[in-house]
C-alpha cells in the first residue's frame, strides 16, 4: 500500500441503520468505485479487497461496505434469505450512493459498481436509481439475472466477467446482457470457475475491471453494442 493513499473505517447510516465500511481515496483518484458485496460475503472478503487493492494502486478510490448489519449477518449465516434480498440490497446500495454523493470527500468523484454474485443484481437495480451519478458497472461471477424488470433501465455501461467453467452462470449473464439496452460487455476467462480461485483468474478480474473503471469513470457515457469476448 502507497503512503498516496488515505483510508478511514466510515459509518453510513441508512434510515434508522448504520452501515461499516472501508474507504481508500488515493491521491488524484480518477473516480469511486463501491463494491456490492456477494452471497455470504462481507468488506472482509479476501477476493473483493485483493481487487480493491488494484483499483487504489490505478488510481481509483474505493468503499468496501456491509450491506448488512452484524445482527442481520447472524442471522443470514444460518437463514440464507437477505443475501438474495435483492431489494433490500440496493436500496443499501443507492442510500450508500448518497452518501458518497453528499460526502465532501467523494461528491467530485464519478461513481462506479462492482458486484460479486448477488451483489451484482443489487449494483444494476441501485445504479437504476442513481443513472446520473454511476458511470460504470463491473460484475464478477455475478447474477445480473436477479434484476429482472430493472436491467432495460440500466444507463451506466456494464461488463460481465464469467469464469469459463461457471457454465450455468454464462448462461444468465447472456441472457441479461441482452436485456441492458446500453453498452453491455461479457468476458469470459477460460479455465475459471464461479469464485476465480484457480491461479491467475482473479489478477485477471482486477485487470480487466481496472480498465473498464478507469475507461468509463474519465468520460461520458454512450450506448454501445453488446459483446462477448473470451479472456485468455
Given at each position: ?5 488515505y483510508e478511514k473505517l466510515v459509518q453510513v447510516k441508512i434510515g ?45 478510490s474505493t468503499l468496501l461496505i456491509d450491506l448488512l448489519t452484524v ?162
Open positions: 500500500m502507497t503512503s498516496s493513499i434508522k441503520i448504520i452501515l461499516e465500511g472501508y474507504l481508500a481515496l488515493p491521491k488524484d483518484s480518477k473516480g469511486m468505485v463501491l463494491f456490492a458485496h456477494g452471497s455470504g460475503s462481507s468488506r472482509h472478503s479476501p477476493r473483493n479487497q485483493y481487487v480493491a487493492g488494484v483499483l487504489k494502486e490505478a488510481g481509483l445482527a442481520e449477518e447472524r442471522v443470514d449465516a444460518y437463514a440464507t434469505h437477505l443475501r438474495f434480498d435483492i431489494g433490500l440490497l440496493s436500496q443499501r446500495l443507492a442510500g450508500t450512493t448518497d452518501w458518497l454523493i453528499d460526502n465532501q470527500e467523494t461528491r467530485h468523484l464519478n461513481i462506479g459498481y462492482f458486484g460479486a454474485s448477488t451483489g451484482a443484481a443489487a449494483a444494476l437495480v441501485a445504479a437504476t436509481k442513481h443513472p446520473d451519478a454511476v458511470k460504470a458497472i463491473v460484475s464478477r461471477g455475478g447474477r445480473p439475472d436477479l434484476a429482472g424488470s430493472s436491467l432495460p433501465h440500466v444507463k451506466a455501461p456494464t461488463l460481465l466477467i464469467v469464469g469459463g467453467d461457471d457454465t450455468a452462470v454464462i448462461e444468465l449473464n447472456e441472457q441479461a446482457c441482452q436485456q441492458i439496452r446500453t453498452e453491455c460487455k461479457i468476458v469470459i476467462v477460460p479455465g475459471a470457475t464461479h469464485l476465480f480461485e484457480e491461479p491467475g483468474k482473479l489478477e485477471k478480474v482486477a485487470r480487466l475491471a481496472t480498465d473498464w473503471f478507469s475507461q468509463h469513470l474519465t468520460k461520458e457515457v454512450k450506448d454501445g453494442p453488446n459483446r462477448v469476448e473470451s479472456y485468455s
